[in-house]
């Protein structure tokens, strides 16, 4: 079969694999094909069991799989066949050198950018998937165009906004897709080209389009006020405590306000996640780069709010169980970095996994579909951690509870079974708010939520 358009996507992660099925999935006449340098990762993609979980994505990849969705491991003879190429490879957080643990680590976007260069023989469309400092397209297009000027690239930013747990429906239903393109002829005309291929599915007025950079800044400032909304409720979270205000009514009537909107505005043990830190710590780069140091202050301020809600929260787990946890066990519900995602990257359950050990607690950890991901993040603990299913087996024997991640199945749990199996007095620490407080206490359950008054037996 002819195919209309042949797209590449380099990098079939949670980014690349999810967008690339959709499109995949909504245009029969398009050939997709999603490339990565990980071999054992594109057999999964071409497997029953693919390599993320994700609410939906299964059904849609068997739909396209074989029809016109591809995933290969060939990328020198893809991108010579491709006529758009998608990069979605990681940027993660520099860990070495100039910008260590606050600028994007560009190694992976450099040479994708140069494999292109060299391999292409014909025109292409670059298009930014993954999330960059703003001016990446700039040296995109230095690094495409300095072997040979004959191919012409031209280079558009197109940020992704779905998120992880609700992908699918994220990309069927986007609040908007926003496409970047320099205001040139050929720049307009590759945006017109990208605009066609959305508007299969989506509707036109909900595709924007802007100049290459603002695109850019936006995906990094949509991130940033997202968890700048989360830290801010977590803030005040912690002012409730201390004063027998409720974090949920105080959501609700300030959420009742149309200017501000109800959304995200649920106090948690903290945001995690691959990209909010990542994000902030690149803006909080760039705008010190730029010698803006008091919108980088404040921009920084809401990573360092969020470190402080998840050690607060170990903190408080300590106390109320008379200061030491020593031999004690404590099973933590969810490992995840939120619900309906086996993704732990970044997740606050590292982070207090981590300090319980210190502590020298037994660890149970029990999450529906994180418990690989988990083991890896606390490899080297083996002796500490245990991983159980089922959070009836898991919770046995243990002194506390904690919630950790919003698994809808941990609201209907018969707490009164769990309270049996528990060693007394027996406590819950709900880092998510999603339990009937109330009824735990009446169980004989200790209660500590967040953002809200204790409720106790002593
Ligand atoms: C990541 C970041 O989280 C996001 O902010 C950014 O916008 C895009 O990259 P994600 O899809 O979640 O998004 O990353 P990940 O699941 O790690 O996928 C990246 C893929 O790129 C990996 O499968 C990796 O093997 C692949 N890759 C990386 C290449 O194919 N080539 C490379 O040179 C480097
Ligand atoms: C986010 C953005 O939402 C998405 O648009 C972007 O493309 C990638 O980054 P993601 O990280 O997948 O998506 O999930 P998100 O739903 O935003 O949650 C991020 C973190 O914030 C999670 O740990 C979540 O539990 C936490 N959160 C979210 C809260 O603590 N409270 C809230 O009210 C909402």
Same mark, same amino acid.
């Given at each position: 079969m002819k195919f209309e358009k042949n797209i590449l996507c380099i990098g079939a992660g949670y980014v690349g694999g999810p967008t690339m099925a959709m499109i995949a999935y909504k245009c029969p006449l398009y050939k997709v094909t999603v490339v990565d340098i990980d071999s054992t990762k594109i057999a999964s993609w071409n497997s029953?069991?693919?390599?993320i979980y994700e609410p939906g994505l299964d059904e849609i990849v068997e739909g396209a799989r074989g029809r016109n969705l591809f995933f290969s491991t060939e990328i020198e003879k893809e991108i010579k066949q491709a006529d758009i190429i998608f990069v979605s490879v990681n940027t993660p957080t520099?860990? +070495?050198?100039? @910008? !260590?643990?606050? $600028? !994007?680590?560009?190694q992976y976007w450099e040479k994708t950018a140069r494999e292109i260069g060299q391999y292409a023989e014909s025109p292409k469309i670059i298009v930014e998937k993954s999330t960059l400092p703003v001016r990446t397209a700039l040296a995109m297009e230095r690094i495409l165009t300095s *072997?040979?000027?004959r191919v012409h690239f031209e280079v558009l930013s197109n940020p992704e906004f779905l998120a992880e747990g609700s992908a699918i429906n994220d990309l069927e239903n986007p609040d908007r897709v926003l496409i970047g393109s320099r205001q040139t002829e050929h720049g307009l005309r590759a945006r017109d080209e990208l605009v066609e291929i959305y508007a299969n599915w989506v509707p036109?007025?909900?595709i924007i389009t802007s100049d290459t950079w603002s695109s850019e800044l936006s995906k990094l400032v949509a991130n940033a006020f997202l968890a700048q909304r989360i830290s801010s409720i977590n803030s005040i979270s912690a002012l409730c405590e201390k004063t027998d205000a409720n974090i949920s009514e105080v959501a609700k009537a300030i959420g009742m306000d149309s200017r501000i @909107? *109800?959304? +995200?505005l649920n106090s948690s043990v903290g945001f995690g996640g691959s990209c909010f830190k990542k994000d902030i710590l690149n803006l909080v780069y760039l705008s010190r780069n730029y010698g803006l140091h008091e919108s980088a202050d404040y921009w920084e301020s809401v990573v360092r709010i969020n470190e402080y809600q998840t050690k607060r929260f170990v903190l408080n787990m300590l106390t109320s169980m008379f200061n030491t946890l020593v031999g004690k066990k404590v099973c933590l519900?969810? +490992? !995840? +970095?939120? $619900? *309906?995602?086996g993704d732990t990257r970044e997740s606050p359950a590292i982070y207090i996994a981590k300090r319980l050990i210190e502590e020298k607690a037994e660890l149970v950890v029990t999450d529906p579909k994180a418990l690989k991901n988990a083991k890896i993040d606390l490899s080297g603990n083996e002796s500490n951690v245990s991983y159980i299913e089922d959070p009836y087996e898991a919770a046995k024997g243990c002194h506390a509870i904690a919630v950790v991640t919003e698994w809808d199945l941990y609201r209907s749990l018969d707490y009164e079974r769990i309270y049996r199996s528990m060693m007394k007095p027996a406590f819950i620490f709900? @880092?998510? *708010?999603?339990?009937?407080h109330e009824r735990l206490f009446e169980i004989g359950f200790n209660v500590f939520p967040i953002g809200k008054s204790k409720l106790t037996h002593f």
């Open positions: 029953d069991s693919l390599p520099k860990t +070495f050198g100039s @910008g !260590a643990g606050m $600028a !994007a680590d560009l *072997n040979d000027t036109r007025e909900r @909107g *109800n959304k +995200f519900f969810g +490992f !995840a +970095f939120k $619900a *309906n995602t709900d @880092g998510r *708010n999603i339990l009937d």
